[in-house]
């Protein structure tokens, strides 16, 4: 299994010299196995989609917050000839197609996925599914408007790609139960304690609580994901400091991951 991190940024873009290690770009990961090339999200990463060769595309979206779709409409994935499988539940009563249309059609964005030269076939996520060999299971997250939190499972190897994700007791039960032994937890840190603090009840987490949950897990290592836009470098590298040697750092875009 091959994790290919092209965006780690929460809620909205973010560019300039004081956050290229990083990166700016929204919440998309690559992952590849078995003949199978998985996106989880389409944040503005996807635009740094790489030549997946003859591997059958999918993306799984976790929900359709801006920060997770908005690298769709110019992705060289839609821009191609090639068939995209694109799985997200339904939300508000709108299914996967309807919700991307409020972001894919005037007044918004001048044409709809159907103008693109991809064959967009849409599913409204039901887990368990299998993507070829790939096990998809998943669980409901603690997020405003809701979330899916994702374990792909392949030849023994697994990640569990938790974003959008806000702890509670009884939550960090299930997601520890959910993500039992697995090689790669990707976990929502986006706030510090104190600015957790002022924002409880906006859906996202923390390092500290990352770890219990980690810790917890048996997972063999994390990443933390979806950093807060107005963190620079700087910053991130400070939060960072504390985790050398616990198998666990902030994900950085164009980073690869062997699995
Ligand atoms: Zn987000
Ligand atoms: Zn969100």
């Known amino acids: ?63 359709s917050h801006m920060d997770h779709i908005l690298g769709l409409p110019l992705s060289p994935i839609l821009l191609s000839k090639k068939r995209l499988d694109l799985y997200m539940a339904k939300r508000d009563g709108l299914s996967a197609e309807e919700q991307l249309a409020c972001l894919m059609a005037p007044p918004l964005w001048p044409v709809g996925v159907e103008r693109y030269p991809a064959e967009v076939i849409f599913h409204d996520l039901e887990l368990p599914l299998q993507i070829g060999d790939v096990a998809v299971r998943g669980m409901e ?75 917890r897990s048996g997972a063999k290592r994390v990443l933390f994901v979806h950093h807060d836009p107005r963190h620079p470098d700087v910053k991130l590298r400070e939060m960072e400091a504390a985790l050398k040697g616990k198998n666990a750092a902030l994900a950085r875009a164009g980073e690869v991951i062997e699995l």
């Open 1 to 63: 299994m091959k994790v290919t991190i092209l965006g780690v940024r929460g809620s909205i873009p973010t560019d300039g010299p004081e956050c290229c290690e990083f990166g700016g770009a929204t919440s998309c990961i690559l992952v590849e196995a078995g003949g199978q090339a998985i996106y989880l999200d389409a944040g503005s990463g996807l635009l740094r989609a790489p030549d997946t060769g003859a591997a059958d595309v999918s993306i799984l979206i976790s929900h």
């Open 141 to 215: 997250s603690n997020h405003p408007g809701g979330s899916t939190i994702f374990r792909l499972d392949h030849n023994g190897r697994s990640l569990v790609y938790a974003t959008d994700y806000e702890h509670s007791e009884e939550k960090n039960r299930e997601l520890i139960a959910f993500a039992h032994d697995t090689d790669l937890l990707l976990y929502d840190a986006q706030y510090t304690d104190e600015e957790y603090a002022r924002m409880k009840g906006f859906g996202h987490s923390t390092i500290a609580e990352g770890m219990k949950v980690f810790e």
